[in-house]
């Protein structure tokens, strides 16, 4: 079973509208969680890095949000663009080095 | 290089055939891994280097999987007798240090028939 999953599998919005994606995991002990965007045909770009300690870091119009109690992610993507169209995959590392990767949400932006 | 850079992007296999994959990772980074991701699949860990260090290979799905990154800097994957199953996109990411940022090549595509 996947130590990190992802949901929804996949959604449809309009430009200009907000969403959320969610990650639960359940791989441990922890030592951070990240989220990473990945457009097809190429590799994964980090887009935040978040430790045990850290609820919430933004880059730009994403807005990741980390609860290590309920072992629970999200990403929040504000004024969606067509760029932003991609799959986003959520990692979860246990150690220094070994990333846990979910399956990811397709994104898919229409104008 | 600005990135990391994989070759080739693209190889088809007969099965059978072995095949050889190249990873360029950032200059000066210590650490090298390499994934396999299946289609609709996210990345799956297969082996990690510390300079030329290989410190975790327990990834690697069969011993007909080998790497080496014998300078501590290009990395090559090498896959003996590929079978179908082994059609995947193989992504090789580098890291500055431990906990940082891991920066991803492109990734090359195979294909075995």
């Known amino acids: 079973k996947n130590q990190v999953e992802q949901s929804p599998q996949s959604l449809i919005i309009l430009e200009g509208k907000n969403c959320t994606l969610q990650?639960?995991?359940?791989?441990?002990?922890?030592?951070?969680l990240r989220w990473y965007k990945q457009d097809t045909g190429r590799g994964p770009v980090s887009l935040t890095i978040m430790t045990f300690s850290e609820n919430t870091k933004s880059n730009g119009r994403y807005t990741a949000t980390l609860d290590a109690d309920t072992k629970q992610s999200s990403l929040h993507i504000t004024a969606s663009q067509l760029s932003d169209s991609a799959s986003y995959i959520c990692?979860?590392?246990?150690?220094?080095?070994?990333?846990?990767f979910g399956a990811g949400t397709t994104v898919t932006v229409r104008a | 290089g600005a990135g990391v850079s994989q070759s080739p992007r693209y190889k088809v296999a007969k099965r059978g055939q072995d095949v050889a994959l190249r990873c360029d990772p950032i200059s000066g980074h210590v650490s090298l891994f390499w994934y396999q991701q299946a289609l609709g699949q996210g990345p799956e860990f297969l082996t990690y280097f510390q300079n030329e260090a290989q410190l975790d290979k327990s990834g690697l799905p069969s011993d007909r999987f080998f790497a080496e990154r014998p300078e501590g800097s290009v990395s090559t994957l090498k896959i003996q007798r590929t079978q179908q199953e082994d059609s995947a996109v193989y992504l090789c990411?580098?890291?500055?240090?431990?906990?940082?940022?891991?920066?991803f090549g492109p990734g090359t595509r195979l294909t075995v028939l």
């Open positions: 990692v979860v590392s246990a150690n220094d080095y070994k990333l846990s």
């Open positions: 990411a580098s890291e500055a240090g431990a906990s940082d940022t891991q920066y």
């Open positions: 990650c639960n995991y359940t791989v441990s002990p922890f030592s951070n």
